[in-house]
Nanobody
Framework: QVQLVESGGGLVQAGGSLRLSCAAS????????MGWFRQAPGKEREFVAA????????YYKDSVKGRFTISRDNTKNTLYLQMNSLKPEDTAVYYC?????????????????WGQGTQVTVSS
């Protein structure tokens, strides 16, 4: 089992950057494939990015490719999402998630553990 805590959200102008962190307060992240999801008001939670546990293979939603970078530091038991060139449509609550698998998933239904979320607001 793993408990996840996100941080790093906030208010930023369009074109700006934020780095989100997801720390495991319990458990070892190296055993899990990790993902970032987001949920805007009135919309379903959607996949943003994921990284596998073993080889660090990364997978991104098309609209964030080239702007967002997912990474992990297993020595710090922490997952990151570096977000550059932010747009107003990136505004959402961002969640990290974990699944004990070596495979990348882009569906919310595949992930077993979730953080509480952190708000990202991008002003135009």
């Amino acid at each position: 089992q793993v408990q996840l805590v996100e941080s790093g959200g906030g208010l930023v102008q369009a074109g700006g950057s934020l780095r989100l962190s997801c720390a495991a307060s319990e458990g070892t992240l190296s055993r899990y494939t990790m993902g970032w999801f987001r949920q805007a008001p009135g919309k379903e939670r959607e996949f943003v990015a994921a990284i596998t546990r073993s080889f660090g293979i990364k997978y991104y939603k098309d609209s964030v490719k080239g702007r967002f970078t997912i990474s992990r530091d297993n020595t710090k038991n922490t997952l990151y999402l570096q977000m550059n060139s932010l747009k107003p449509e990136d505004t959402a609550v961002y969640y990290c998630a974990a699944v004990r698998s070596g495979v990348v998933y882009d569906s919310v239904h595949e992930y077993d553990y979730w953080g509480q979320g952190t708000q990202v607001t991008v002003s135009s």
